[in-house]
C-alpha cells in the first residue's frame, strides 16, 4: 500500500505559477511511477504529467508541454508538479498517482485525495 498526499493547490490568476506537491509514505521501498491527473466537473480525468522511478522518462498532456513539469526526490518520496503560465482551462482538481512497475501508462493504482487549482481570467 502507498498512501499519497497532495499540497499547494490554490487559486491564481492567468499567468501565474503554482507548484503541487505529493508525498508518498507506505510500501516506497518498491519502485513505482507517479502522475499527475486532473479532472475539471463534467470531464473526464486525464493524465497530465507521469514520470519513471529513476525520473529518466517523463510525459506530459500536450496542452500542458512547455508549461508544466514534473519531478521526484526518491530519497524524500515527493514528487512535484510546476506549473507556469497557467490558463483559466488548467482548472480542476489535481490528483497525484503511483502506479508500480516501468510503465507509466494507466491504470495507476494508489491516488490520493486530490488538491483544487482555480485559475481566473
Known amino acids: 500500500q502507498v498512501q499519497l498526499v497532495e499540497s499547494g493547490g490554490g487559486l491564481v490568476q492567468a499567468g501565474d505559477s503554482l507548484t503541487l506537491s505529493c508525498a508518498a509514505s507506505g510500501r516506497t521501498s518498491s519502485s513505482y511511477a507517479m502522475g499527475w491527473f486532473r479532472q475539471a466537473p463534467g470531464k473526464e480525468r486525464e493524465l497530465v504529467a507521469a514520470?519513471?522511478?529513476?525520473?529518466?522518462?517523463?510525459y506530459y498532456l500536450n496542452s500542458v508541454k512547455g508549461r508544466f513539469t514534473v519531478s521526484r526526490d526518491n530519497a524524500k518520496n515527493t514528487v512535484d508538479l510546476q506549473m507556469t503560465s497557467l490558463k483559466p482551462e488548467d482548472t480542476a482538481s489535481y490528483y497525484c498517482a503511483a502506479r508500480y512497475g516501468s510503465g507509466i501508462t494507466p491504470p495507476y493504482h494508489y491516488w490520493g485525495q486530490g488538491t483544487q487549482v482555480t485559475v481566473s481570467s
Open positions: 514520470i519513471t522511478w529513476s525520473g529518466g522518462y517523463t
